[in-house]
């Protein structure tokens, strides 16, 4: 079974800070490139930022020099550190990795930025 456990989501007021994590299970984390994905309500589900087995990151133009996604190994484990958070940034945040050509989900965590 694949399992992807995010936590880190909350209220943080506009310009402040929040890291997720992504706990997963089932997967050979090395060998995947993992994903963080938004939503908002309404909204198509986009992507964040991607990082790859080599540890190369990519990002969202949106979120360009205010994330960073990381990798953990020995911890089989994604972070997402968010700054300068602002209102547009509301959403709820989704881990996500494709094995054997299937999609895998975590659960969601959602994040409100607002004052």
């Known amino acids: 079974q694949v399992y992807l456990v995010e936590r880190g989501g909350g209220l943080v007021q506009p310009g402040g800070s929040l890291r997720l994590s992504c706990a997963t299970s089932g997967i050979n984390f090395r060998i995947h490139p993992l994903d963080w994905y938004r939503q908002a309500p309404g909204e198509q589900r986009v992507l964040v930022a991607r990082?790859?087995?080599?540890?190369?990151?990519d990002y969202a133009d949106f979120v360009k020099g205010r994330f960073t996604i990381s990798r953990d190994n020995a911890r089989s484990t994604v972070y997402l550190q968010m700054n300068s958070l602002n209102a547009e940034d509301t959403a709820v945040y989704y881990c996500h990795v494709k094995r054997q050509g299937t999609d895998f989900w975590g659960q969601g965590t959602q994040v409100t930025v607002s004052s």
């Open positions: 990082i790859t087995m080599q540890g190369t990151a």
